[in-house]
């Protein structure tokens, strides 16, 4: 099992620039979430899924649109970059309450 | 807002010594959860307490989640430079809410040989 992957590993963008991060596992779990991570403040909930086809907003998810089509992937898509989005996103996938991470995608907004 | 707050944000101690890591909220979480972070990898999971007053041992980490489930510590005993990390807890507000939990946060701790 490869576990959560996640792609790319780094990314610099030009504000105003869309991009998709991608996610994906091999673990059959039915949640998957992402989350971005910034110096001082944790980890936040961007958007969530329960299942295929099943999606919800966390905590900040201004500026981010998710889908679900299948129970294997979650991408995340920035419409329009912002400096603001300037983070360490990291997905997950979980099944009775344990929370697998992938190793996370940093990404740079000029 | 961060509905979990981790005290102390830093703490650096020489190997040997003993440690705790604090998380405290106002509100009562259904169940709790301790992940350590390393540089530049996703949080992995250390352990879950779901019963308020529940005390979990990891080989020297223990864990207590307070009686009325809005608080929980993390003590380790002899540290050693390997238990170098970023600290996080995070708590689920329902039992079926492990796909959005709520995070501090974090600690950072630094044990130096």
């Known amino acids: 099992n490869a576990g959560v992957t996640q792609t790319p590993k780094f990314q610099v963008l030009k504000t105003g620039q869309s991009m998709t991060l991608q996610c994906a596992q091999d673990m059959n779990h039915e949640y998957m979430s992402w989350y971005r991570q910034d110096p001082g403040m944790g980890l936040r909930l961007i958007h969530y899924s329960v299942g295929a086809g099943i999606t919800d907003q966390g905590e900040v998810p201004n500026g981010y649109n998710v889908s679900r089509s299948t129970t294997e992937d979650f991408p995340l898509r920035l419409l329009s970059a912002a400096p603001s989005q300037t983070s360490v996103y990291f997905c997950?996938?979980?099944?009775?309450?344990?929370?697998?991470f992938g190793p996370g995608t940093r990404l740079t907004v000029l | 807002t961060q509905l979990l707050e981790q005290s102390p944000q830093f703490l650096s101690i020489q190997e040997g010594e003993n440690l705790t890591v604090y998380c405290n909220s106002s509100s009562v979480f259904s169940s709790l959860q301790w992940y350590r972070q390393e540089p530049g990898e996703g949080p992995v999971l250390l352990v879950t307490v779901v019963t308020g007053g529940e005390v979990k041992k990891l080989k020297r980490l223990t864990f207590q989640f307070g009686d009325a489930r809005k608080d929980s510590s993390l003590h380790i005993t002899a540290a050693q430079p390997g238990d170098t990390g970023l600290y996080l807890c995070a708590g689920a507000v329902t039992t079926d809410s492990w796909g959005k939990l709520q995070f501090g946060a974090g600690t950072q701790v630094v044990v130096t040989p």
């Open positions: 997950a996938s979980s099944r009775d309450g344990t929370q697998y």
